[in-house]
C-alpha cells in the first residue's frame, strides 16, 4: 500500500460520522409550475450557501452555477442542470468551535412532473478523540422553502401545530398516520381530563413551540375533546391516547399489522413526573420528547434511492465520465479527469465507512442497553413473583381471585395489559383475529388466557410439572386439552398459517389449547402461542379460531 493509502486509512480509523439533520420532501406551491419551483428552491438552498460561505470561497459566482472549489480544509461544490431538471450542492466546513470536526451540507433538488423533490443530509464528521456531543441542526434554508415555497411530506410542513377538532378531521388523521409514503412522526397531543391539571391552555406541554421547533422533523397535532373520542373510538385504547398523554407515531404505520408498542406515549403521570428531576431547563420534558424525534429521524434510514438520489459526490463523478465521453481531450487533461474522479470516489469511501463505524458503534452500545434492559426486567418480574408468593401465603390466594374473567373480544388487549403484562405477550397477528373472532364463550378464552399466564407460566419455569398444569387445564373445562398445534412438514405446507414474525425472527407456533371438533368457528376454540424462552414470556399468536390444516 502506498504512502497515500495508509494516510486514509489512519483518517478512516481515527474518524466517525454522524447525521445532524436529514430530510426527504417534496417541494411545491399552489399555482407554481414544478419548473418554476424547481428554480426558485435551487435559488434558496444557493443563495443561503453563497451567505455563508462567500468569505471562504470568494470566486462563487453571484447566480447559481456549476462551481467546484477547495480551500485548506473547506471544500465547496455545485452540479446545475437546468434542463435535466437537476441541482445538487455540497458543502464542508471545518468547526471553528471543535478541533477536528467537519460540518457537510448535502443537497439535491429533482424536477418531477408536477413537483420537486428534494434531498438534504447535514453530516458531521469527527475524531474518535472528539467528546463532544453531535447536536441536532437544521439548516437555514429550509425555513426559507416552507415558508416561501412549501415543503411536503404527505401533508404541508409548516412550523405550526394541526388542530383536529372533528370526526371528519380524525379520518383525516388516520389516514396520514397509515400513509406508506409518511417519512417523518407524528407527535399528538391530548387534552387534560381536568383542566386544572392542564399546563398550556387545555394540555401538558406547548403544542405551538413544539411544532416550530420541529419544523421538517415531525406533524404535531392538537386533539380536541371530540376528536379525541373519536380517535380512541376508532383505534381502540391501546392506539390513541388521552388525559393530557402525548405520542408520537413512526412511519410505517398500520393499525392492522404493527405492535402499538412501539409507538411511544408519555402519560400526564409521567409528565409530571419530569418535574422531579434535577435539571436548569425549565421545559425539559418538551425538549426530552423533541430529543427523541429528532433521534429517531437521524438514526431512520432514508429511501433515496427510490426517488433517484444520488447526491454531490456520486453526481460529480458522472459529470467526469460524461464529461470524457463527449469528446477528445488531452493526455493531461484525461489524467486531471480521472484523478478527479479517484478523489470523488476517495471522499465517497471515507465517508461510507465512516458512517459504517459510526453505526457499528450505535449498534454495540445498543446491545450493551439491550442487556442492561434485559436485565432489568429479569430483577422485576423476580420481584413481581416474589410478591405474588408473598400474597398467596398470606392470603392463601394469588390475587387472582378478583380478576374479572369475563368482557369482549375487544377488552382482551387490555385485560392482558393490565394484568399480565410480565407473563403474556399478544401478538399483533392475535389482536387483528380477535377482530373477527365469533366463538360463543367469550368466558372461557379469557380463562384460558388466564390459565396460560398462571399454570402454563409455572410450569415452564420449573415450578410445576405438566401433569399439574394438565390439572388445572382440567379445571377450567373439563373438555380443554393442551397438545402441539402441528408437525413441522404440515406447518410448512400451509405456507405462514403457523408462523409469526417476532423480534425479527420466524417463530412458529407451536403448541395450542382446544376445544370442540367442529368446524363452526362459533362451537370450536383454538389458542395457539409458543414460550419466549429469552423473555420468559407466553407469546399469543393467534385466537379463538382454528387454524388451516391439510383436513380442514
Known amino acids: 500500500m502506498d504512502g497515500r493509502g495508509i494516510e486514509v486509512a489512519v483518517q478512516l480509523s481515527a474518524s466517525y460520522l454522524r447525521r445532524s439533520f436529514q430530510l426527504l420532501a417534496q417541494v411545491s406551491s399552489n399555482g407554481v409550475s414544478a419548473e418554476a419551483g424547481f428554480e426558485r428552491a435551487a435559488d434558496l438552498v444557493y443563495a443561503w450557501g453563497r451567505r455563508k460561505y462567500v468569505k471562504i470561497f470568494r470566486d462563487m459566482p453571484e447566480e447559481k452555477a456549476t462551481f467546484d472549489e477547495n480551500q485548506n480544509a473547506n471544500e465547496l461544490g455545485v452540479l446545475y442542470d437546468r434542463e435535466a431538471g437537476r441541482f445538487f450542492f455540497r458543502a464542508a466546513h471545518s468547526d471553528t468551535q471543535v478541533p477536528g470536526r467537519i460540518w457537510i451540507t448535502d443537497v439535491e433538488l429533482l424536477r418531477r412532473e408536477t413537483s420537486c423533490v428534494m434531498g438534504v443530509r447535514l453530516s458531521v464528521s469527527s475524531l474518535h478523540s472528539c467528546t463532544e456531543e453531535v447536536p441536532f441542526s437544521r439548516p437555514g434554508f429550509i425555513r426559507d422553502m416552507a415558508e416561501q415555497l412549501g415543503l411536503w411530506d404527505v401533508r404541508r410542513l409548516t412550523g405550526r401545530v394541526q388542530q383536529v377538532s372533528s370526526p371528519e378531521e380524525v379520518e383525516d388523521l388516520i389516514a396520514l398516520l397509515e400513509h406508506p409514503d409518511r417519512r417523518l412522526p407524528v407527535v399528538v397531543l391530548t387534552p387534560c381530563g381536568q383542566q386544572e391539571d392542564a399546563r398550556w391552555k387545555e394540555y401538558m406541554l406547548d403544542g405551538g413551540e413544539m411544532a416550530e421547533d420541529l419544523l421538517a422533523v415531525a406533524h404535531v397535532v392538537l386533539l380536541s375533546r371530540e376528536a379525541n373520542e373519536a380517535l380512541t373510538a376508532r383505534v381502540g385504547r391501546q392506539w390513541s391516547a388521552f388525559n393530557g398523554s402525548v405520542r408520537t407515531y413512526y412511519p410505517g404505520l398500520s393499525f392492522e399489522e404493527t405492535d402499538c408498542y412501539h409507538h411511544p406515549m408519555l402519560t400526564q403521570r409521567a409528565i409530571r413526573m419530569r418535574d422531579t428531576v434535577d435539571s436548569e431547563d425549565p421545559k425539559f ?162 380463562r384460558c388466557l388466564k390459565l396460560l399466564a398462571v399454570s402454563y407460566y409455572d410450569f415452564c419455569i420449573g415450578q410445576i410439572s405438566y401433569d399439574e398444569f394438565m390439572q388445572a387445564c382440567h379445571q377450567v373445562d373439563p373438555g380443554l386439552d393442551e397438545r402441539g398445534a402441528i408437525t413441522d412438514i404440515g406447518a410448512g405446507r400451509q405456507g405462514e398459517t403457523y408462523y409469526v414474525q417476532y423480534q425479527g425472527r420466524r417463530r412458529k407456533l407451536e403448541r395450542h389449547l382446544a376445544k370442540g371438533t367442529s368446524m363452526d368457528p362459533r362451537y370450536c376454540l383454538r389458542i395457539y402461542y409458543f414460550w419466549d424462552e429469552q423473555n420468559q414470556m407466553v407469546v399469543i399468536g393467534d385466537l379463538p379460531r382454528h387454524l388451516d390444516t391439510s383436513f380442514t
Open 285 to 446: 420534558c418538551l425538549h426530552e420528547v423533541e430529543g427523541y424525534v429528532q433521534r429517531y429521524v437521524l438514526s431512520h434510514r432514508m429511501p433515496w434511492e427510490t426517488y433517484g438520489m444520488e447526491f454531490y459526490l456520486a453526481a460529480r463523478q458522472d459529470a467526469l465520465r460524461r464529461q470524457r465521453a463527449a469528446g477528445r481531450q488531452s493526455r493531461q487533461e484525461l489524467i486531471r479527469s480521472y484523478e478527479g474522479q479517484l478523489g470523488q470516489l476517495q471522499k465517497q469511501c471515507e465517508e461510507n465507512l465512516s458512517l459504517a463505524d459510526s453505526y457499528a458503534g450505535d449498534c454495540q452500545a445498543l446491545e450493551e442497553e439491550n442487556d442492561r434492559q434485559r436485565q432489568l426486567i429479569g430483577q422485576l418480574k423476580a420481584q413481581l413473583d416474589a410478591l405474588r408468593f408473598q400474597l398467596q401465603t398470606a392470603t392463601g390466594g394469588d390475587g387472582s381471585g378478583d380478576m374479572p374473567e369475563g368482557g369482549t373480544y375487544g377488552q382482551i388487549a387490555e385485560w392482558i395489559s393490565q394484568y399480565f403484562p410480565d407473563r403474556l405477550y399478544l401478538h399483533p397477528r392475535a389482536e387483528r383475529s380477535l377482530k373477527s373472532a365469533c366463538y360463543e364463550n367469550v368466558a372461557l378464552v379469557y
